[in-house]
């Protein structure tokens, strides 16, 4: 409706409604003023919204105008506003921070309730909390935290902002809001814990000290559910609940970190992040709306470091080690600094935060291996007794010595800033590096060309030998700018995050081979065969035997992953009678890239007099003492030499332009997906009840391309797109039986993209294992809906027992298999470019899984215990998980990266200045690949690790540390199927590490 009423009076302005329109206006007049004056005109609105806008200006305060449509009539009259005297009357607002009056450290996770209301709320990372909307008057509030006096007091909240410094004091009678105390870090967390909404385990950096872990993933395995796989003994990636590891998001202050794994994998090998640079860690089991949507089994979220005192800290750990394999001494260092300015009245724990530090860490990761990629069962023996038996299939059996240096390092900064009470910014800068120079020799029995006539002994194998020269260096930087603010009841958070991860490898591979050699392999179906030549009149490791120097290949890999997101969360306090809630939105943007580049070079070579070539390129001493003593590796070669050797006479190396060409075009592949998500989320308290219930909406755009590297043709971009849209409602209820008693029930839901390598239209060969990739552009996301139920119980000591159930239904999972040569899979134009030496591997779509569980934690101290036992405490968790899960083509099988048994469990002492810990992890066997059938279904072993740490303070400033891991040398083995056919086998060694830290 169009209405040019300015300075007309409201009477006539009705009067032109009524002509333009079928309805008659009703009304009071005592009530409805007939000679308002209209300020202005109205072009193209709703009658309602004109009436609203004549009105606004006119009513009194705590008047409400209402408009009713009755038939034709339109009934005008005036309403008190009921929510007007609910408003005024809640017109305080509390806000403050909960801190140890002692140390002056922030205690997040504490309780701060308000009597008489269902207004409570929990200190967060910084101590801090508000609550909006609160009477005025005389108010007694009750701060509470484990391990400390409760606070019980009554104050006087005045109109308007309320703040407060609440200190706590640990064991003694409160006479006042500020007391004096101490706390640890894994009480924080705990208190954490306790008053998180969902459920979760959170690490704190205190606990993380208390273990002798270096990197993430290691810190990680000690948290119930928690499984990791090892790369040359270091933890590496992480499993949750018994799913496999890229159903885990991992995050840093909420935003994934990006993958550059050379397999394409979306996770990230977490031995690249040292712990140093964490504040804590959160393990999340039942996410909440506005977390991301794409985690099945959870999120790990690490939390940087903030800066918490006006005075200046110093902290550093300085030590040297010893690695039993490569007989090297480690050594670490790690420093930091932090510090609070510009304190005064409003902001008494200072304006701004800064802390910044550095860590160093140099160790050998020496790894003696078995490798054997495949066996085949099959008929064979004398003519007139012929049988069947599992033999070594058509890829090889290896040896593998790898000497390999590490150096981590990282550099890590967060500022924060508070412009008012309620409103805070974050700058947070994280860069980590991970440099391996590796030198891998291996010794080769290969039996693809030859004759079976038993299972033990072959006719016409093959003796190769090659060393590969390899350095890789990986980087991750992230850089987020956050912020909050808090205006009334309205709460607005905000943050834009990029987040790089990069790779880059480069190896030299020289291979020496000898042919048709009768061979007899011993100890066929142990852990640890051994292979002698027959009739040769020689050793196997005779140096003699290898006269052809046979390929030389010089491969150079690029990886680079990145995420740029941004996102704005809103709050709003609201009131339902007496029942108070917070309604929570938000929206968010993210770009995830993958690319994988490779520049390959593939030499054959032809030189004269190769008689004692091998000879004169040997190291002096083969390697000692390999898998325990219990195989002979043999002669190897020496990098120096043979670097020089290569330079020399590269003239004399043929390159392979087709072979090395193809290699480059079918290695690449890039990847980009773009995400809209969304949600809404409503949290409210009755009693001791908090129902938390919402919906997340994520919207994916993906592009995949990869080349088409037919021979002769210029290659071709082949590229393939998919749009998905996901619904995520969730709904989580936590009931406080007591105060420190709490039961959690969850249901959510979540999906996973498969990995980049799994998914992209690409071919890839993998010539040292004969492994064909094949992408499978077709792959759907897997969706799930969970269910959790977890009693927890916290105990004053402090200490935590706690016991849950889960869990999980999953569509269309994703599997691998590994495949007998089949050329009908391959693309055409790759038609006779692979034979029977190959395996093909391609990710497929189940029908249907499902992964159920439970787990159990205590901690505690016998503290209250009489005699020497009280110096005692324990550390234990244990999680099992059984899955079931059917196939595309209707089989049963368990879920990869499901291990039934997981276990942690530490003895500890404190007596004054000394504390030690023994601590033993377990990891059950689990389906690390599957196969076409459970015979070629690829395990992961039964592992054991048992390590040993200590401390000694020598004065309040310095400690004395020393520690020792994997004491009994545990073997990690993967297998086919049946424990008698290895897959790969890997020993470590022990290491050992001792130093100072130093706290000022």
Request: without cysteine; hydrophobic residues 35%.
């Amino acid at each position: 409706m169009t209405l040019l009423s300015k300075g007309k009076p409201l009477s006539q302005v009705i009067s032109e409604i009524e002509q333009k329109s079928p309805f008659l206006f009703v009304y009071n007049t005592d009530e409805i003023d007939q000679g308002i004056t209209v300020q202005r005109n109205y072009y193209s609105l709703t009658l309602e919204a004109i009436l609203v806008d004549i009105f606004s200006e006119h009513l009194e305060v705590g008047e409400l105008l209402k408009i009713r449509q009755v038939g034709y009539h339109i009934l005008l009259y005036k309403e008190k506003d009921r929510q007007y005297a609910r408003r005024k009357e809640l017109g305080a607002s509390i806000s403050g921070k909960v801190y140890d009056a002692e140390s002056l450290e922030s205690l997040p996770g504490a309780s701060f309730i308000l009597e008489g209301t269902n207004a409570g709320v929990s200190s967060d990372l910084k101590g801090e909390f508000a609550i909006q909307k609160v009477k005025a008057g005389p108010a007694r509030i009750i701060v509470s935290y484990i391990g400390f006096e409760k606070v019980d007091t009554v104050v006087n909240l005045t109109k308007g902002k309320n703040h407060f410094y609440i200190g706590l004091r640990k064991g003694l009678k409160l006479g006042s809001i500020t007391v004096t105390g101490s706390s640890g870090g894994q009480l924080k967390a705990l208190n954490q814990q306790l008053t998180s909404d969902g459920i979760r385990n959170i690490v704190s950096s205190d606990l993380i000290g208390r273990f002798p872990d270096m990197n993430v993933a290691e810190a990680l395995q000690r948290v119930s559910g928690v499984n990791i796989s090892r790369d040359r003994g270091e933890g590496s990636t992480v499993q949750l609940r018994g799913t496999p590891s890229n159903y885990v998001v991992v995050t840093i202050n909420g935003e994934p970190i990006p993958s550059s794994q050379g397999n394409g994998e979306r996770f990230e090998q977490l031995d690249i992040l040292p712990v140093s640079q964490i504040s804590s860690m959160e393990v999340i089991k039942s996410v909440t709306p506005e977390m991301s949507g794409n985690a099945i089994a959870g999120i790990i979220n690490l939390v940087p470091m903030l800066a918490r005192y006006p005075s200046p800290v110093f902290k550093a750990d300085i030590g040297a080690g010893y690695a039993s394999l490569s007989t090297r001494m480690p050594s670490l260092v790690n420093f930091s600094y932090s510090q609070r300015y510009f304190v005064d009245n409003t902001f008494k724990d200072g304006r701004m935060g800064l802390v910044a530090g550095a860590s160093f860490y140099n160790t050998s990761n020496t790894r003696d291996g078995i490798e054997i990629y495949s066996w085949k069962y099959i008929e064979t023996g004398a003519a007139d007794n012929p049988y069947k038996a599992w033999v070594i299939g058509d890829n090889d059996l290896k040896y593998v010595d790898l000497a390999a240096n590490r150096l981590r390092s990282g550099l890590f900064a967060t500022i924060d800033y508070k412009l008012s009470p309620g409103s805070q910014l974050f700058l947070n800068i994280m860069y980590s590096q991970r440099h391996d120079d590796d030198i891998r020799n291996r010794t080769r029995f290969r039996f693809s060309r030859g004759t079976f006539i038993a299972p033990d002994t072959i006719r016409k194998g093959r003796l190769r030998r090659d060393i590969n020269i390899r350095n890789t260096q990986k980087e991750i930087f992230t850089v987020s700018i956050s912020g909050k603010s808090q205006l009334n009841d309205f709460g607005l958070n905000y943050q834009l995050f990029y987040s790089g991860s990069w790779m880059e490898e480069h190896s030299d591979i020289s291979v020496f081979e000898r042919r048709n050699i009768e061979l007899a392999i011993h100890n066929l179906y142990g852990d640890y065969p051994y292979i002698t030549a027959i009739g040769l009149g020689r050793d196997i490791h005779d140096p003699t035997l290898l006269t052809d120097y046979k390929y030389y290949y010089n491969n150079n890999v690029f990886v680079n992953g990145g995420n740029f997101s941004g996102k704005v969360d809103l709050s709003q306090v609201y009131y339902f009678n007496t029942v108070r809630g917070v309604f929570n939105a938000g929206l968010r943007y993210s770009q995830q890239v993958n690319s994988r580049n490779a520049n390959n070079n593939s030499y054959n070579i032809f030189l004269p007099n190769e008689e004692d070539l091998f000879i004169s390129l040997m190291r002096k001493h083969e390697p000692k003492n390999f898998l325990n003593g219990k195989v002979r590796f043999g002669p190897s070669l020496d990098k120096n030499k043979i670097r020089q050797f290569v330079k020399n006479n590269l003239r004399n190396f043929d390159k392979n332009i087709e072979n090395s060409q193809f290699n480059d075009e079918s290695y690449f592949y890039y990847a980009k997906e773009s995400v809209l998500s969304g949600y809404l989320m409503g949290k409210i308290k009755i009693s001791n009840y908090l129902l938390l219930g919402g919906v997340r909406m994520e919207q994916t755009n993906a592009t995949y391309q990869a080349q088409v590297t037919e021979y002769g043709k210029t290659p071709s971009l082949r590229e393939e797109q998919e749009r998905y849209l996901f619904f995520l409602p969730n709904l989580q209820l936590k009931i406080n039986f007591t105060e420190r008693e709490v039961l959690r029930l969850a249901y959510t839901t979540g999906y996973v993209r498969p990995n980049y390598t799994e998914v992209v239209p690409a071919v890839y060969a993998e010539s040292g294992h004969n492994i064909i990739h094949l992408g499978n552009p077709s792959l759907n996301p897997s969706y799930t809906n969970s269910f959790d139920i977890m009693f927890e119980k916290f105990f004053l000591k402090p200490g935590l027992f706690s016991f849950g159930f889960f869990y999980k239904s999953i569509a269309d999972f994703h599997y691998q298999v590994m495949l007998p040569y089949n050329e009908s899979l391959l693309p055409t134009y790759l038609s006779g470019r692979f034979d029977e030496e190959w395996s093909i591997l391609r990710s497929l779509n189940g029908e249907k899984a499902s992964v159920w569980g439970i787990e159990t934690n205590y901690q505690s101290n016998f503290n209250t215990l009489p005699g020497w036992w009280k110096n005692f405490g324990v550390y234990f968790n244990y999680t099992y998980t059984a899955s079931k899960a059917e196939t595309a083509n209707g089989a049963s099988m368990e879920l990869p990266g499901q291990a039934p048994h997981t276990m942690n469990m530490a003895l500890t002492y404190k007596k004054k200045r000394l504390e030690g810990r023994v601590s033993l992890n377990y990891n059950g066997k689990f389906i690390y690949r599957a196969g076409i059938d459970s015979n070629s279904d690829i395990y992961q072993d039964q592992r054991w690790q048992l390590d040993l740490n200590s401390t000694y303070r020598i004065n309040k400033n310095i400690t004395l540390f020393a520690e020792f891991i994997n004491i009994t040398n545990s073997k990690q083995v993967l297998f086919w199927g049946n424990r008698s056919r290895i897959y790969q086998l890997d020993t470590f060694g022990w290491w050992s590490r001792a130093g100072l830290s130093f706290r000022f």
